[in-house]
């Protein structure tokens, strides 16, 4: 089966941006914020990977302002959050997963986006990377909170394999989408494994 590599591509990134956002806004819910402090760290978690991206490739204006629709998604997602929220078991868990799930998909497609764009596939990865995280560090910069990139689980390492794997899987010429959704799997499951059991890399420096 093959898709058009471009809604495939769309699809994923809209997806990325509202979870990311959700992530946010579950945060300011942790904040104790009102509905525009919601609205404000969601969208900044949303859209904060892909603006640092395009603003690095020189793909300007960045997309959010080429098509409004990614900061009404974010808008709407933060919006819906503040409602839901108070009736989450546990929003701390939540936000965890759904930064995971906006970290996968934000791996892949900033690494395709790059690529798309003509870079090498060095720099291709690096902003698969820095698009998967740099929304996450602007939620927890906004928001007070510890960065979750400096928990001792795998957390960029996982983001850097899904980078890494859509490359290889492109390289091989598979049916559009395969390599953009076996990128998506390896960086949640490698994820979504360091969460459920701490899976960290040796560091010399750390005290165990």
Request: aromatic residues 10%.
């Amino acid at each position: 089966m093959s898709f058009d590599i471009t809604a495939v591509v769309n699809i994923m990134g809209l997806a990325a941006v509202a979870v990311f956002a959700i992530s946010g806004a579950l945060d300011a819910a942790r904040q104790k914020m009102d509905i525009l402090g919601f609205m404000l760290i969601g969208t900044a978690t949303g859209i904060g990977g892909g603006t640092l991206r395009d603003v690095l490739l020189g793909n300007v204006p960045v997309f959010w302002i080429r098509e409004p629709v990614w900061i009404l998604i974010c808008l709407v997602a933060s919006a819906v959050t503040y409602f839901i929220a108070p009736k989450l078991a546990s929003r701390s868990r939540t936000l965890i997963w759904m930064d995971a799930v906006g970290l996968a998909l934000f791996a892949v497609v900033g690494t395709e986006i790059a690529l798309e764009f003509g870079t090498s596939s060095l720099i291709a990865i690096c902003m698969g990377v820095m698009t998967a995280t740099f929304g996450g560090i602007a939620r927890d910069v906004l928001c007070g909170s510890n960065l979750t990139l400096m928990n001792e689980e795998l957390y960029i390492t996982t983001a850097l394999a899904g980078s890494v794997v859509y490359l290889l899987l492109n390289s091989f010429n598979l049916p559009n989408s395969y390599d953009l959704i076996g990128g998506f799997l390896v960086a949640f499951i490698l994820r979504a494994l360091a969460i459920q059991f701490h899976l960290k890399l040796p560091n010399p420096h750390r005290k165990d």
